[in-house]
């Protein structure tokens, strides 16, 4: 395992990460830091909980030139909370070198956020906002020269592929291109090629706090009947901060007023609601007031809370990679960490993949449930859900 020093990181940028505890590279860091140094395209499948922040950030921060006028390098995210999180992951290690970043997204005044993001370095940004800018020149792409697409391939489910594609035309041809998607199959793969030059390519697999058995994975048998108060049982039973998961935004709603009906304090988190809305929810989470937050999959992405202990799937997730995105954010930074699974009768052949996928298929079947044959065809990019109604795209 290689250092952030031996990776070629300059000096004070690795004194900034390590007053923030960051020592050693994750295993996508190792992956992507040298190339992401020298300016080579790349493109990038790591799953979430896996470091890609600081892959992009640390190449970027240490390449572009602070004395830079206009902005110089551009991540572009799929949600606000991702845009936000990810700009303080630049703000934690830009000061060493002088490098100021901004974030750039819908539901603020508009003017007021060109002023501020005019002058930085670096512009993290949800695409729909930024054409916004670009189009009033509020804002000059023309001096991007490193372009990075984050969660490439839920920027594409959330239809923000014209905007894209838009942005990505004002930028100048010759730049750095690197390309961090859950996966690179069929659409994804298709974005990543047109967009990238000759690029490196890089796979890490699942985070290393899933595959160590530092993570519980449970699975438990419900009825419709007994599903809620199943979820109860399970939230007064555990303390700690726990992440529930609905497939729905109205039944990320719903279960909160039913948990408030049993005595269960709960907050709720989907697109639905405004910014402040969702921040607010947000910071009671994280200060503990509330320990239970309900969400759905799009509004959770990118949630970066070290201290979940339960991700509790009400709603099981669409496949194996849905899990792994949701459980992976328990358990993180050491810590143990806990995913359980409610599973409806109609749902057992389905999560009945993810329970083998992560070695539990003999506990799956000790709860009386029936275990499916193993797949052998997985489906494309199309996250199509399996339990129930197809999945929306838009805004969920
Ligand atoms: P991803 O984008 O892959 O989902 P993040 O970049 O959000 O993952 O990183 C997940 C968490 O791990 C963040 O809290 C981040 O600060 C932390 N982290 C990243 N790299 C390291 C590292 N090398 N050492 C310790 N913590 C790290
Ligand atoms: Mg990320």
Do not use: C
């Not at 023309?142 to 035309?169: H, N, S, T």
């Not at 419900?222 to 497939?247: H, Q, S, Y």
């Amino acid at each position: 395992m290689k250092s952030f020093r031996q990776l070629g990181v300059a000096e004070k940028i690795v004194e900034a990460l390590a007053r923030r505890g960051v020592e050693t590279p994750f295993a996508i860091q190792e992956l992507v830091i040298a190339d992401g140094l020298n300016g080579q395209d790349l493109l990038a499948k790591s799953p979430t909980g896996s470091g890609k922040t600081l892959a992009f950030a640390i190449p970027i921060v240490q390449r572009i030139d602070p004395k830079g006028s206009r902005p110089s390098a551009l991540v572009l995210v799929p949600t606000r909370e991702l845009a936000l999180q990810v700009a303080d992951e630049f703000a934690s290690i830009g000061p060493a070198r002088g490098v100021k970043v901004a974030a750039v997204y819908g539901g603020t005044p508009v003017f007021a956020q060109g002023k501020r993001a005019k002058d930085a370095h670096v512009l993290v940004a949800t695409p729909g906002r930024l054409q916004d800018l670009a189009e009033r020149k509020l804002i000059r792409l023309d001096g991007i020269e490193i372009l990075v697409l984050d969660e490439a391939d839920r920027m594409l489910d959330m239809g923000f592929q014209p905007q894209v594609d838009a942005i990505v035309k004002r930028l100048p041809r010759k730049r750095q291109t690197m390309f961090f998607s859950a996966t690179l199959d069929g659409e994804v793969g298709e974005l990543a090629r047109s967009y990238t030059f000759n690029p490196s390519r890089y796979d890490a697999e699942l985070p290393a706090h899933l595959e160590s058995g530092e993570t519980e994975h449970r699975f438990v048998s419900v009825t419709p009947e007994n599903k809620v108060e199943t979820l109860v049982a399970l939230l007064k039973e555990e303390r700690g901060l726990a992440l529930v998961f609905t497939r729905t935004k109205r039944g990320a709603d719903r279960l909160v007023q039913k948990l408030k009906r049993h005595d269960v304090a709960a907050v709720a988190m989907h697109g639905d609601m405004n910014q402040n809305a969702r921040e607010r929810a947000l910071t009671r989470f994280e200060e503990g007031k509330v320990s239970t937050l309900v969400a759905t999959d799009v509004a959770a992405r990118g949630l970066d809370l070290d201290d979940i202990t339960h991700v509790i799937n009400f709603d099981p997730p669409a496949d194996d990679k849905g899990y792994v995105h949701r459980v992976g954010r328990t358990g993180r930074a050491g810590r143990d960490g806990i995913g359980i699974t409610l599973v409806l009768p109609e749902q057992q052949a389905d999560v009945s993949h993810v329970a083998r996928k992560v070695g539990e298929a003999a506990q799956f079947e000790a709860q009386g449930m029936r275990v499916a044959r193993p797949r052998l065809v997985y489906s494309g990019t199309r996250r199509s859900s399996k339990w129930g109604a197809p999945a929306k795209r838009r805004k969920i």
